[in-house]
């Protein structure tokens, strides 16, 4: 069986930048606020609403790197 290894193009890690949490790249716009909005039962054209400089794209990735990496983004919550 083969593990996949995702790429998330626009999401990115830095541990210089933003304490090392993920961000949607190009942003200071973490994962986590993306998927609290998410969580909290707004749709992405809501979250897009919010964040109206980032793309459909972006949200989608963020979605799925917290679906992909969903105990790293939980503990933000902690």
Not at 20 to 48: C, D, F, Q, W
Not at 61 to 66: N, P, Q, R
């Amino acid at each position: 069986m083969s593990v996949l290894n995702p790429v998330h193009s626009y999401v990115e890690k830095n541990p210089n930048k933003y304490e090392g949490k993920a961000v949607i790249k190009g942003t200071r716009i973490p994962v986590a606020s993306i998927i609290n909005h998410y969580r909290s039962g707004m749709s992405v054209e809501e979250i897009l609403d919010g964040y109206p400089n980032i793309t459909p794209a972006q949200v989608f990735d963020a979605l799925s790197y917290y679906f992909d990496n969903k105990e790293e983004i939980d503990k933000e919550f902690e």
